[in-house]
């Protein structure tokens, strides 16, 4: 009944929607365009807590209480064997972490 913001991703040309539940769906690229689309009342989404902790605190958004409205996913980060990693990859790394652990 109501509008599905899912991911995409583009193929030969085309942008295709990764996995909409629904008939009824806008797809993009990007959480953070899912997000604001979210915020602006489009429609509804899944998207990762860290990226929408601020708007549930500040009730602009809200958790959705249906048996899969809270999934798990494993967020990884991977480097080739060649590559020395470096200040910047090291800081990456550790501000993930931070992030998906700590909230």
């Known amino acids: 009944m ?9 193929d030969d040309h085309a942008l295709i ?4 539940e629904t ?10 365009i899912i997000r604001d689309v979210v915020l602006e009342g489009t429609g509804w ?6 990226l929408i902790a601020d708007a549930l605190e ?8 249906h048996p ?3 999934w798990w996913r494993t ?13 910047v990859v090291t800081w990456l790394a550790n501000e993930l ?3 998906l652990t700590h909230r």
Do not use: C, K, M
């Open 2 to 10: 109501h509008t599905e913001v899912t991911l995409a991703y583009l």
């Open 17 to 20: 929607a990764e996995a909409p």
């Open 23 to 32: 008939a009824n769906y806008l797809a993009f690229t990007q959480y953070e």
């Open 45 to 50: 989404a899944d998207l990762p807590q860290p």
């Open 58 to 65: 500040g009730g602009q958004l809200r958790i959705i209480r």
């Open 68 to 70: 899969e409205a809270r």
């Open 75 to 87: 967020f990884i980060a991977l480097e080739s064997e060649q590559a020395t990693g470096g200040p």
């Open 97 to 99: 972490e931070s992030l």
